[in-house]
């Protein structure tokens, strides 16, 4: 039992100010709590399975720069997407996307897929052996999303007591800072630690930025404060 709270606090601890958590306060702007929580959820157990069970094999079949590239691209659109206007648009939106909890628990997976945490869950379950697998799973998993409750709940906050449009606003700061980082880690992992890696991101954020200026002309503005 000392094990298992150990694991869950180590995990709480290490993802808060993590992006994952940044990220759950920008996805209030978008989708509802219920949503937010089963897609969250089912990601991270579905992530803290891979770490606890088939992460070394997965970190060898997938390549790190194709995950992180992905990623940035999620980022980009989930930036892009916040400068649309909240009214009918929204579900309209949303329908396009695909389910709301589809979406959610892709862009967490993606976003937490060979982060910190799960290098953290594998470094457990490697000491601990596959007797204790099922305990390190789940306390791996009850401190991360404890952690990540806390950001939804910040978000939740933020947009009722802020001026509408405030958290669509700060939505679309942390994704695209978050696309841009993401986009040039990807590419470090593909093309080395030079500059090109900033070019690269520095390219794919001047696509973004034509993407978002078209956006903004097409609905007059940026969202209202």
Known sequence: MLLFFQILFTMFIAEMGDKTQLLMIAMTSRYKLRDI????????????????????????????????????????????????????????????????????????????????????????????????????????????FAADLVGMMVGYLLGSKMPKGFLNTLAFIIFAVFGFTTMAEGAGLLLGEGMIRWYIAIAAAAVFAVACFITWRKHGGCPNP
Request: glycine share 8%; with cysteine; hydrophobic share 55%.
């Open 37 to 144: 929580i089963i897609g969250t959820a089912t990601s991270i157990l579905a992530l803290n399975a891979i770490a606890v069970g088939l992460g070394a094999v997965i970190s060898e079949l997938i390549p790190g720069w194709l995950i992180k590239i992905v990623a940035a691209a999620a980022f980009f659109y989930f930036a892009w997407s916040s400068l649309k206007q909240e009214d009918e648009e929204e579900e309209e939106a949303s329908a396009k996307e695909g389910h709301p909890i589809r979406v959610i628990f892709g862009t967490f997976f993606l976003a937490e897929l060979g982060d910190k945490t799960q290098l953290t869950a594998i470094a457990f379950a490697a000491n601990t052996g596959l007797q204790q697998a099922l305990s390190v799973w789940l306390a791996c998993s009850i401190g991360l």
